[in-house]
């Protein structure tokens, strides 16, 4: 097990590169199955649900081989195996376009039930509606989904709520099926028209991606591509956050500025300076953030996958901020963390009233996901004293070397293993 120590306090400052975004990899890399020959993808972010989901497509008789940093070549030439009950799949959320690009490939997967951050209840109704809809027949029983279909024939598809993973699952499945699909109330996120533009340069015919209805008129056959995925909106995000609770100056580079209109939008009224470029956004931190009331709510509004490091730079606001996290009923577990370091922000049902406090000391604190991690180096950065992180496997999922990054822009913050950190903390200067 491996910690994070953060010493706070320090103004970052400097340039940083996003890499490719997680979601769109962890969807592109399925959908490559779909190809009846190599795809060749970069910009691949190297995170860990990157690499878990490459290795269970490896046991499925796939070939994923790294050709150069960022880029692999996917090879799904060969007999693939629709029977993907690797512990592994329970690890990760992506692991669930595997279903659709198997049921689109094969007619038929047989997979455990895939696993993801615990933010709530994660249920996969509308995905199950769209490949009934498709002709698929399914069956759940013992933690494990089996589909099958003769044959795929389009369909119109209204989905009851706006999920990102049903709408990419069932561009999936339908790339291949005879007529044409039609997905209403398709959710627009920069990731779902990613895995649509990656589809069609495979030979797929999907229209409307990022507007709410969704067309795609089914191909017979898929063949490689070369594909570079788009950059994380949600790293980028995190670093615009990491400027504006030091008091830093950062540019962001290599980000479509336009994918985080909510967050600019946000940080302005926080008071912080926002200077947008064709490609790079620069955040110059300005002191305590003005209170601010937030949603969340699928893209373009602001992303629940930046709630969590925003609580941590509104908890000390000038005066009392509120967020309301309508997409997750439980993504506030990152609250008690942040107690712990002097916050003050009750949380009912979602919706966190955070009264600012003028600053937050370190502490030991734990990370109980993705998000969550992040949200507490946020904090750390912030805080007077020690921050000690622990769980930061959370934080590997979908951070490439946070630690080296943010180091490069100042910050006094390292990795270190379970007794190394212990040590530390004992001998620190910044622990009383
Ligand atoms: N929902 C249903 N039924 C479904 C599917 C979803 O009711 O069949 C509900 C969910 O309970 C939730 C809402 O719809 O309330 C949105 O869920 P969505 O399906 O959009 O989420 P997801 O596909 O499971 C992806 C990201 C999440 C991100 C959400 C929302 C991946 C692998 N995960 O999850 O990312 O929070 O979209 O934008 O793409 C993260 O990166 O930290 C993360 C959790």
Known sequence: MEKLLINGGKRLTGTIKVGGAKNAAVAILPAALLSDSPCVISNLPYIDDVIVISRIMEQLNARVAMIGPGKAVVNATGQIDCKATSDMIKKMRGSIYLLGALLGREGRVEMLLPGGCEIGARPIDQHIKGFEALGASIDISHGTIKAQADKLVGA?????????????????????????????NAAKEPHVVDVANFLN??????????????????????????????????????????????????????????HLESVTAKLLEMGMEVIERDDSIRVKGTGRPRKVTIKTLPYPGFPTDLQQPTTSLLSICDGVSIINESVWESRFRHVEELRRMGADIKVEDRIA??????????ASVVATDLRAGVALVIAGLMAEGLTEIENVHFIDRGYERIEEKLAGLGADIRRVADGEAALKVVNSDAVV
Not at 353 to 362: C, D, R, S
Request: negative net charge; proline residues 2%; glycine residues 14%.
């Open 156 to 184: 119109e598809i209204y989905l009851d709520v706006v999920s990102v993973g049903a709408t990419i699952n069932i561009m999936l499945a339908a790339v291949k099926a005879e007529g044409m699909t039609t997905i209403v």
């Open 201 to 258: 340069a495979m030979g797929a015919n999907v229209k409307g991606a990022g507007t709410d209805t969704i067309r795609i008129k089914g191909v017979e056959k898929l063949t490689g591509c070369e594909y570079s995925i788009i950059p994380d909106q949600i790293e980028a995000g995190t670093y615009m956050i990491a400027a504006a609770a030091t008091g830093g100056d950062i540019t962001v580079k290599g980000v479509i500025p336009k």
């Open 353 to 362: 009233i955070i009264q600012g406090v003028e600053k937050l000391t370190g």
